[in-house]
């Protein structure tokens, strides 16, 4: 079961049931989620543990739980991470409860995400949504100071002590 956390202007979007919060049963954990308000729209999502930005098409918004594994997945393979782990994040991503947003760090990157990713859009560097979401993995996040400080080593981090437990 995943448990994403969206932030109201994504909730106002979207209009899903929202339940209290839980814990994510992917090896990934929680998920946050906010929607960039571009031509085309544009969601943020940002892995609670490791701070991983992935960017996706917005539209249609009501197939947006169903979209994001399956983009998510391209992420992930780009980061270099291996098809099992990813299949087995897949598998316990199939049910989606939405959430109101309950870590403000996270919501602070997402700004800080949205900040980035406007500057390298709008510089036209960057169009293609996967290339753009590792590039913003590549940022050091004040919140991993006592880790890794880059999203992409703390999923590589994490994946290395998921597959030894």
């Not at 990813?86 to 049910?95: A, P, R």
């Amino acid at each position: 079961m995943l448990y994403l956390h969206c932030t109201k202007k994504l909730l106002d979007r979207l209009k899903p049931e929202v339940i209290a919060g839980g814990t994510s049963t992917t090896g990934l954990g929680n998920w946050y989620a906010t929607a960039l308000l571009w031509k085309p729209q544009i969601a943020l999502f940002v892995n609670e543990r490791t701070l991983l930005p992935v960017l996706i098409p917005l539209a249609p918004a009501a197939g947006l739980a169903t979209r994001f594994p399956r983009l998510l997945a391209h992420v992930l393979a780009a980061h270099g991470i291996q098809p099992p782990f990813i299949e087995q994040e897949l598998l316990h991503m199939q049910d989606v409860r939405y959430t109101k947003t309950t870590n403000r760090s996270v919501v602070g990157i997402m700004t800080q995400f949205s900040q980035f990713a406007e500057g390298y859009r709008g510089s036209g560097e960057m169009n293609d949504l996967v290339a753009l979401s590792i590039r913003l993995a590549r940022i050091p996040c004040s919140p991993l100071y006592k880790g890794p400080v880059f999203p992409d080593k703390a999923l590589h981090e994490l994946i290395g002590s998921e597959s030894l437990q």
